[in-house]
């Protein structure tokens, strides 16, 4: 696509669209950002703050934009917000009022692990949402991210948290692998796969260049302080996540990271070229 007029990025507030609307931003990009609460706007940007999306001002406020980057999702359930009406009923929303505004692309954030097989509640949602995107006749970009590491990322605020209370657990062995990737690699390949025709109608794992298990990660992650490493059992681990409502770590965040998964980094590597920031990296920067 030649430069874009404008991009919509939707769940404003969260953590991987704060990051994409400030680079975008500072590339001097035009953004209309649209969250449930106010937050701080960046250059170049217009804010849309809406309690609910079906409002009818909606379809008018963003005409004549070119991509639409749909942020809006969640890992976690409760009564008021669960994975159907959040990850699958709004994506329907958004790519209904994409095809009405003639967006040129539509880019969305999916899940690394999604696929037409899976058990597990939030990857269904996820892969519900990524078929609607696939039949919508839209050109579009899914990424299937792992572990989105930056400043202020739910995964490093999880650790911190515990080394605040002086010790780190490591539910079960600690053995399962994850593939963390660094924001400003996310960013720059957000903005590659909006410019760049080979990113259009494909599917990627948004995923480092490494594979690392959890207990080594948090070993890294905790080098440098005094912190206590320590294995507790799965029963323990998932019983708490079930009990406390308010756990930040729930327990589909626990059947994520036991689920292992990995991706296709090279796809990731030839198509964007980018040179990735390693695990000792991005532990650094975060
Ligand atoms: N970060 C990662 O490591 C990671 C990994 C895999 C997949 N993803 C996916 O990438 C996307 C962005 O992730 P993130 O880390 O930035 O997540 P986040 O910080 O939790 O932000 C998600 C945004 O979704 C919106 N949202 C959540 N519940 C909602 C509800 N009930 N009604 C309306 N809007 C709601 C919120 O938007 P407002 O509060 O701004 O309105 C929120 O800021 C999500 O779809 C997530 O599933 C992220």
């Keep these: 696509m030649n430069e874009p007029k404008k991009i919509v990025i939707t769940g404003a ?3 991987v669209a704060k990051n994409i609307r400030k680079f975008l931003s500072l590339n001097h990009y035009k953004l209309i950002s649209i969250a449930r609460n106010n937050f701080k706007k960046y250059k170049n940007e217009e ?8 409002d009818p001002s909606l379809l008018n406020k963003i005409k004549n934009v070119d991509v639409l980057i749909h942020l809006v999702g969640t890992g976690k359930q409760s009564v008021d917000s669960d994975f159907e009406s959040i990850n699958v009923g709004l ?3 958004f790519v209904n009022l994409s095809k009405k505004t003639k967006i040129k692309k539509f880019i969305y954030f999916s899940g690394l692990g999604v696929s037409s097989t899976t058990p597990l509640g939030y990857f269904i949602s996820k892969y519900k949402a990524e078929i609607l995107i696939q039949n ?4 579009y970009t899914i990424f299937r991210p792992s572990y989105i ?11 911190k948290k515990q080394i605040q209370n002086s010790s780190i657990e490591i539910p079960g062995s600690g053995k399962f692998l994850i593939q963390p990737i660094h924001i400003n690699d996310v960013e720059q390949i957000v903005l590659e796969s909006i410019l760049e025709k080979k990113f259009d109608n494909q599917i990627f794992d948004l995923v480092g260049p490494e594979k690392i298990s959890f207990k080594d990660y948090v070993r890294l992650f905790s080098k440098n302080s005094d912190v206590l490493v320590k294995k507790i059992n799965l029963e323990d ?8 409502s308010s756990s930040e770590f729930g327990v589909d965040d626990l059947n994520l990271l036991l689920g292992g998964f990995t991706g296709n980094h090279e796809k ?18 975060c």
């Design 268 to 285: 990731l590597k030839e198509i964007s070229g980018i040179k990735f920031q390693s695990i000792l990296g991005l532990l650094k920067a």
């Design 149 to 159: 590491i930056g400043k202020d990322d739910l995964f490093t605020k999880y650790l």
């Design 136 to 139: 919508s006749g839209l050109n």
């Design 237 to 244: 681990a998932f019983h708490r996540a079930i009990h406390t």
């Design 47 to 54: 804010k849309i703050i809406l309690e609910k999306y079906d």
């Design 91 to 93: 994506t329907k929303h």
């Design 13 to 15: 507030s969260g953590f």
